[in-house]
T-cell receptor, first 117, second 114 residues
């Protein structure tokens, strides 16, 4: 069975602060994929990043960066110089099994990020 | 925008009724997955359809059923609605035959059961 834990229920920061959202996952599969999605108040889940279990390189995309560490089963997400538009609920998700096979996404419970002026 | 569309946007039903939700997948995608998201929770996997057949199912009772059509669009049907079925229903489109099968989500249908 797969499990994703996002221990931070809600985080409040002031604009321009850096913020890190934590994600810890559990799976017995050796091949798996990790995702981050953003859910603004409109409700649509917006895909941010996909990382496979064989690629532990950290990634930076503009103000976003991701730190994947298999040793601690963590896939943390950092927003640098946060902005009000970053306010949303962020979900970490896990998909077990190789690409091309049927598999569900297992989501964490989400972290609500509130960025204020 | 992902190109995944869902209808209707909102729906209000009463207990015991039946409901059908619809999803059109993104161009080039052949797989549709459905998720239920209760208020304040993460999405829960209902089932996935690939080439018009169910291709995996979560822990949902048989009164949740679905269809996929030749154009890869999909329907989610829920019979004998219960109050706990009130939730946001999300459809996700992907391609199992591509090297990457990232799921892209539609805007959701918010179902309220009274």
């Amino acid at each position: 069975a797969q499990k994703v834990t996002q221990a931070q229920t809600e985080i409040s920061v002031v604009e321009k602060e850096d913020v890190t959202l934590d994600c810890v996952y559990e799976t017995r599969d050796t091949t798996y994929y990790l995702f981050w999605y953003k859910q603004p108040p409109s409700g649509e889940l917006v895909f941010l990043i996909r990382r496979n279990s064989f690629d532990e390189q950290n990634e930076i995309s503009g103000r976003y960066s991701w730190n994947f560490q298999k040793s601690t089963s963590s896939f943390n997400f950092t927003i640098t110089a946060s902005q009000v538009v970053d306010s949303a609920v962020y979900f970490c998700a896990l998909r077990a099994g190789p690409a091309g096979t049927a598999s569900k996404l297992t989501f964490g419970t989400g972290t609500r990020l509130q960025v204020t002026l | 925008e992902t190109g995944v569309t869902q209808s209707p946007t909102h729906l209000i039903k009463t207990r015991g009724q039946q409901v059908t939700l619809r999803c059109s997948s993104q161009s080039g995608h052949n797989t549709v997955s459905w998720y239920q998201q209760a208020l304040g929770q993460g999405p829960q996997f209902i089932f996935q359809y690939y080439r018009e057949e169910e291709n995996g199912r979560g822990n949902f009772p048989p009164r949740f059923s679905g269809l996929q059509f030749p154009n890869y669009s999909s329907e989610l049907n829920v019979n004998a609605l219960e109050l706990d079925d009130s939730a946001l229903y999300l459809c996700a489109s992907s391609s199992l035959t591509a090297g990457t099968d990232t799921q892209y989500f539609g805007p959701g249908t918010r179902l309220t059961v009274l």
